[in-house]
């Protein structure tokens, strides 16, 4: 059965510690949204900073209502790895960036809020 983990929170919050200790002990692979992001940065001649790349974001949000995240990152990734069980996605920065991947890949939910 795949397993998708959604990680979420903000800068400094700890997802990275987080994270590399799911993928060390528990054999998760990372899900990034990252690299996709700079390349589309650098063949549009846009920023690379942080917030460059949180404006791109926001930007294909709009454009795509939010399924860039799942259909051009996350589905695209897994699709490489048939094998991989374990999937770990820490790119997710809204609650709206969810629905598509609930949608995709439907899931028992548990919220820690």
């Not at 002990?25 to 990252?34: A, K, N, T, V, W």
């Not at 926001?58 to 094998?83: F, H, Q």
């Not at 790119?91 to 949608?103: D, L, Y």
């Amino acid at each position: 059965m795949k397993r998708l983990l959604l990680l979420s929170g903000p800068i400094a919050a700890g997802k990275s510690t987080v994270a590399t200790a799911l993928v060390e002990h528990h054999q998760f692979e990372r899900i990034r949204s990252g690299d996709y992001l700079r390349e589309i940065s650098r063949t549009k001649g846009l920023g690379s900073s942080r917030a460059d790349l949180q404006s791109l974001g926001d930007s294909l949000d709009a454009a795509t209502n939010y399924r860039w995240i799942i259909d051009d990152v996350a589905a695209k990734t897994i699709e490489t790895r048939p094998e991989q069980d374990s999937w770990l996605f820490d790119s997710v920065r809204k609650n709206q960036q969810v629905i598509p991947i609930h949608i995709c890949h439907p899931v028992r939910a548990a919220s820690l809020c």
